[in-house]
């Protein structure tokens, strides 16, 4: 039981560097929508592609947009905070729980 409770132990914490990476991409996302940065620049390319399809899929959901401002990003950060909350430290309490 030990090998299963560090292992729900190493998918919380890779889940939570991972979620916190995600967010600081979206930060940087909605950062650059304020300007308007070189379009070819592979950094600029990389949070474009991994940000815009996540923001596509809320602004199609949901009227985000209010006069002018997107807060897709805003959106975005609280699901991610909810995850962390919620199912980070669930991984956390079930893999003390087992040992």
């Known amino acids: 039981m030990l ?48 940000t815009e399809p996540v923001f596509y899929q809320i602004r199609k959901r949901l009227p985000v947009s209010f006069g002018g401002l997107d807060i897709s990003p805003v959106i975005v950060i609280l699901v991610i905070i909810f995850l962390q909350t919620f199912v980070v430290n669930s991984l956390h309490g079930l893999a003390r729980s087992i040992v």
Do not use: Q
Request: avoid cysteine; hydrophobic fraction near 60%.
């Open 3 to 50: 090998v299963l409770a560090n292992f729900l132990e190493a998918i919380a914490v890779v889940l939570d560097y991972a979620l916190s990476i995600y967010m600081w991409i979206i930060v940087a996302g909605a950062v650059l929508s304020w300007v308007s940065p070189d379009p070819y620049n592979p950094i600029v390319r990389f949070i474009n592609t991994v």
